[in-house]
């Protein structure tokens, strides 16, 4: 058998593991679906979104109606040796919600003598007398917005969860390559070292490092395995996508619809679809508070009917009413009236508090986000000072008066505030994000 040379096959390995890496790559927008595929609460928001969009066009879209089709019976209908005995079967086709009425069409079927004719057909359309529909209609809304809340929710855990992993891979990685290379100087210079001052000061700089190597470790561990593979990339897609969430938040604009129903409709730069929800739930609530009365009213349905009398070939109009009214309800009208009356008050409060916590929530950010400036500054200094200490040991070590060693553990000591001041950028990154997210940017 022919033996494949030894270059070929690390060639061939060296391919394979290529077209792995380019495989498992993926894009901040790959990763960004694949993990809302896989959270149930995005899923589940989703859901309820869908829900209530369709709940809302019964009133959006009033002229399409619900086509339901029946069939009744006033007395048996059956066929036997004899043909058709005596009886009748209505089938109905009833349009619901048909700009708030119900539109009904009945064509009866009628058997006699054995053979089945076609009754009298008729046609009705009832609606109750006292209807709230614009109430109905707002709190239909109202879901909608409060729904794209909790998918808009969804997605920014999800975004912000996928960045945090994205940075830590490049900080971590970076910070446990260097504390490897550090703690094998130290421990190289600590060997060498007679001088007891010295040698305690090695060795609690030795203990740190293994610390810092055991800390970066767990974090990478904890990282997601999507982000592994394509994590400097994917950095740099994170860096690149700030620069668009900052816009909003410079701005002070907005990106949610003023109209849940119509997202391409700009809102009020302090308004959140949970705060359009909660005003519009308040508006409804007004409404019915304005009907107080009507838990204590019967709501009878009024019903205007056509039939053609096949026989006599006349057309017969008709206008009814029925309704049903508890006398005695345990106090149910009582509640429902009280609820009227309270729910503005209540619904008010609930609108106070959102807006309150919107407003604290994006001045937390911002302190958060000028104590990590100051923390920049700070860092800034600790890397100058850094960079003076490495110069003065190059200039000691090109002299003769310092070795190898001490010049690469200043070196190092340069590089480790150099990545400690990129863990303050991506922590700035991060509020930037979340600043962002008040404004319902990057979606």
């Not at 001088?195 to 561990?221: C, F, H, T, W």
Request: charged share 25%; with cysteine; proline share 4%.
């Amino acid at each position: 058998m022919r033996r494949i040379p030894k270059v070929k096959i690390l060639a061939l390995c060296a391919w394979i593991a290529a077209a792995s890496a380019a495989v498992s790559a993926q894009s901040w927008d790959q990763l960004y679906q694949a993990r809302l595929q896989a959270s149930s609460a995005y899923l589940e928001s989703k859901l309820a979104l869908k829900t209530a969009e369709l709940a809302y066009d019964q009133y959006a879209k009033p002229y399409i109606p619900t086509v339901a089709i029946a069939t009744t019976t006033s007395s048996s209908l059956s066929l036997g040796s004899d043909g058709f005995s005596s009886g009748s079967l209505t089938p109905s086709i009833t349009f619901e919600n048909l700009l708030g009425a119900d539109l009904a069409i009945k064509t009866p079927l009628v058997a006699s003598s054995g053979s089945l004719g076609f009754g009298n057909p008729s046609v009705s359309l009832t609606r109750k007398l006292f209807v709230e529909t614009e109430a109905d209609r707002l709190d239909a809304l109202a879901a909608v917005a409060a729904a794209r809340a909790t998918v808009r929710n969804a997605e920014n855990a999800v975004r912000i969860a996928l960045a945090t992993d994205i940075l830590n891979a490049n900080y971590y990685a970076s910070l446990l390559e260097v504390d490897r290379r550090n703690l094998a100087t130290l421990e190289r210079v600590r060997k060498a070292t007679v001088d007891p001052n010295y040698a305690r000061e090695l060795d609690k700089r030795i203990l740190q490092a293994q610390r810092s190597m055991l800390v970066a470790q767990g974090a990478l561990e904890n990282i997601a395995d999507d982000v592994g593979p394509n994590a400097e990339a994917l950095n740099a897609e994170v860096l690149r996508m700030q620069e668009e969430w900052a816009k909003y938040v410079d701005s002070g604009q907005t990106a949610e619809p003023s109209d849940p129903s119509d997202p391409s409709d700009p809102a009020d730069p302090a308004d959140s679809l949970e705060i359009q929800g909660l005003k519009l739930s308040l508006e409804a609530a007004e409404r019915r508070k304005a009907f107080a009365l009507l838990p204590w009213l019967p709501n009878p349905s009024v019903t205007a009917s056509l039939a053609y009398d096949v026989d006599a070939g006349a057309l017969d109009w008709g206008l009814s009413f029925s309704l049903s009214y508890k006398a005695f309800d345990k106090g149910q009208n009582s509640l429902n009236a009280l609820k009227r009356g309270e729910y503005p008050k209540i619904l008010a409060i609930k609108l106070d508090t959102a807006r309150r916590n919107r407003s604290d929530g994006i001045r937390k950010t911002r302190d958060a986000l000028k104590l990590l400036e100051l923390d920049r500054r700070i860092q800034d200094l600790e890397i100058a000072d850094a960079e003076d200490a490495a110069r003065l040991m190059q200039r000691l070590y090109d002299g003769g008066y310092a070795t190898e060693d001490n010049l690469v553990i200043a070196q190092i000591d340069l590089e480790v505030e150099k990545i400690l001041g990129r863990k303050i950028d991506f922590d700035m990154l991060i509020q930037r994000l979340n600043l962002a997210n008040y404004f319902g940017a990057g979606s």
